[in-house]
């Protein structure tokens, strides 16, 4: 068994090579039932990039979170909630280090080091995730990522997977309850990195620059451009160094 530690926290689906752990989810099953593997294949993420995994050396997997009893609102906080829990998962394996980039990466010391994508389904939302576990610096796919190796975390690629999924789904059990609540809005806004950094959003109608000064209600990010604030719901950013 790949995951035991995980699999005493959920029901986790063991996978070997696959295309996605997306393309894996069978709506029917459990709430927080999960798909993992270390050879994803062909994995995706925001705004159709792929995200490229070498065999055995990243975590690929997709949550299924059953959201019949929750609100759309509540659903739209479930991209921010996961990286939360990604980010706790992860702190412990790097001198709690981890924090979120809004609105869905996991970074440490400012490099991306893990990224989250939500997917609507039937019965609810697949929450995708992909962490760099054990990849070298001429392995990672540009100087902005880096790995839980390189960030001084100890333990082979499967140690590692276990831990962050058995981390994972203990967070993510008591975090769904939580979502569209207030107490989630300020944990999330405590771990978010890009508060207080200045930074460019990609958005429809142009480009945004500003200083992202805080998180709404609703998880949009609050952007300071020219002394008006701009609430930013949907957009690729950039944190200006």
């Known amino acids: ?6 699999s005493s926290a959920g029901t986790v689906i063991e996978l070997g ?6 393309d894996a989810v069978d709506e029917r099953a459990e709430h927080l039932t999960t798909w993992a593997t270390l050879d994803q294949r062909a994995g995706r993420g925001r705004l159709g990039r792929e995200w490229v995994s070498p065999a055995g050396k990243c975590l690929a997997a997709t949550v299924l979170v059953r959201t019949k009893r929750l ?3 509540a659903i739209g906080w479930l991209p921010l909630a996961a990286g939360l829990a990604l980010a706790d998962a992860l702190d412990p394996l790097v001198a709690d280090r981890a924090s979120l980039k809004w609105p869905n990466d996991v970074l440490v010391e400012g490099k991306k080091v893990a990224g989250i994508l939500c997917e609507r389904r ?6 995708g995730f992909g962490v760099n576990l054990t990849l070298s610096a001429a392995e ?5 990522a880096t790995s839980l190796t390189l ?5 082979s690629a499967p140690v590692l997977a276990d831990a962050i999924l058995c981390g994972v789904l203990r967070s993510l059990g008591g975090l769904v309850p939580a979502l569209g609540t207030e107490a989630l809005r300020a944990a999330v806004a405590a771990n978010l990195s890009t508060i207080g950094r200045d930074v460019r959003v990609a958005l429809p109608a142009g480009e945004l620059v500003g200083r992202a000064v805080g998180l709404g209600p609703h998880g949009e990010l609050q952007v300071d ?3 008006r604030i701009v609430d930013v719901r949907a957009g690729d950013v ?4």
């Open 238 to 241: 950039v944190h200006v160094r």
């Open 140 to 144: 990672l796919p540009t100087a902005q």
């Open 1 to 6: 068994m790949l995951f035991p530690g995980a």
């Open 17 to 22: 090579t696959v295309g996605s752990t997306f």
């Open 71 to 73: 609100s759309e609102e």
């Open 122 to 127: 039937r019965t609810g939302v697949a929450v």
């Open 151 to 155: 960030e001084g975390a100890e333990g």
């Open 225 to 227: 451009a020219d002394d």
